[in-house]
């Protein structure tokens, strides 16, 4: 993940994430518990992958909707280029003027969150 940064939404009940994911990187199986997500691609083509089994392939242009309560993940399926995409997460996921230049440093953070 070379970038992930929050950018102010002025209404407070949402929030717009970039990411742009390299060749093959993906971002984790996560879930949240409270929060929908609205995905966009921007560029490059991934899959999207929900629960254990159901799988989606997606390119730029296409938008997916992530409930809350759903386990997901995606991955950049490109061997060659970055994937680069924006998420909406409501209510906002991430606090206030986050950003991480590398997936490594945006999981550090989100552990520290955890065990805070």
């Known amino acids: 993940m070379s970038t992930r940064g929050r950018f102010p939404d002025g209404v407070g009940h949402s929030q717009l994430v970039v990411m742009c994911l390299q060749p093959g990187e993906e971002i984790g199986k996560e879930m949240h518990p409270n929060v929908d997500q609205f995905f966009r691609i921007e560029e490059g083509e991934a899959k999207f992958v929900f629960g254990d089994k159901e799988e989606h392939l997606v ?44 997936k490594t440093e945006a999981e550090a953070a989100e552990a520290a969150e955890r065990h805070s």
């Open 59 to 102: 390119r730029d242009g296409d938008a997916v909707v992530v409930p809350a309560r759903t386990y997901h993940n995606v991955l950049n399926t490109s061997k060659t280029t970055p994937l680069r995409v924006y998420t909406i997460y409501s209510p906002p996921n991430h606090p206030d003027g986050t950003v991480h230049k590398t």
